[in-house]
């Protein structure tokens, strides 16, 4: 069956680390991956995606890496400041599903200053 | 920059009423979701929706769910006899093209009582 697992419900940084948080799925057929960062009392804000057929994907401090042979997702955010602080959640799409998004469980980060 | 919005932003209801979540999506966005997220939970996703017609929707979407796009602007999610588990945060979001990335609303909180 489908699902998408985050290995860590919490994760605490400081002010200026690197954070990475990690996301497994077991579809093998997802081929689109993305990152959603989710603030108390706010919807989900895209921060960036990946397509199965790349293995690594950067933004502005962020970076998508893509294991599909260990089906392993990860966000990393460079030089984490507080206004990171949110839970991020992982979701995996696939053409065949009319491009629902499969969430994950979501996982707390809070930057400690 | 353009947003997906939301009304109202906290619902109540009471039990077997029917309620009316209304969305506003993006103006040149072709696909239309519903998610929903119970308090603490991951997001669910509820049904998808292009060109007039609904191209997924999850067992969640059962036929006390519909979805309407009535006059080309507003997105509608309609719950017609709403039981206490149907509390949840609901949230709208559309795609230019589907498959990428989704902008979510702020969402509606439904608190069934």
């Known amino acids: 069956g489908e699902s998408v697992g985050l290995h860590l419900p919490t994760l605490s940084v400081q002010e200026g680390d690197n954070s990475i948080i990690n996301c497994a799925y077991s579809?093998?057929?997802?081929?689109?991956f993305i990152w959603y960062k989710q603030e108390s009392g706010k919807g989900p804000q895209f921060i960036i995606d990946?397509?199965?057929n790349m293995d690594k994907r950067q933004g502005q401090r962020v970076t998508v890496l893509l294991n599909k042979t260990v089906k392993h997702l990860s966000l990393q955010i460079a030089a984490t400041q507080p206004g990171d602080s949110a839970v991020y959640f992982c979701a995996e799409g696939n053409a065949g599903n009319n491009r629902k998004l499969i969430w994950g469980l979501g996982t707390s980060l809070a930057v400690n200053p | 920059e353009p947003e997906v919005t939301q009304t109202p932003s906290h619902q109540v209801t009471q039990m077997g009423q029917e309620v009316i979540l209304r969305c506003v999506p993006i103006s040149n966005h072709l696909y239309f979701y519903w998610y929903r997220q119970i308090l603490g939970q991951k997001v669910e996703f509820l049904v998808s929706f292009y060109n007039n017609e609904i191209s997924e929707k999850s067992e969640i979407f059962d036929d006390q769910f519909s979805v309407e796009r009535p006059d080309g602007s507003n997105f509608t999610l309609k719950i017609r006899s709403t039981k206490l588990e149907d509390s949840a945060m609901y949230f709208c979001?559309?795609?230019?093209?589907?498959?990428?990335?989704?902008?979510f609303g702020p969402g509606t909180r439904l608190t069934v009582l």
């Open positions: 990946i397509r199965s």
């Open positions: 979001a559309s795609s230019p093209r589907g498959y990428n990335e989704q902008f």
């Open positions: 579809n093998s057929a997802s081929d689109y």
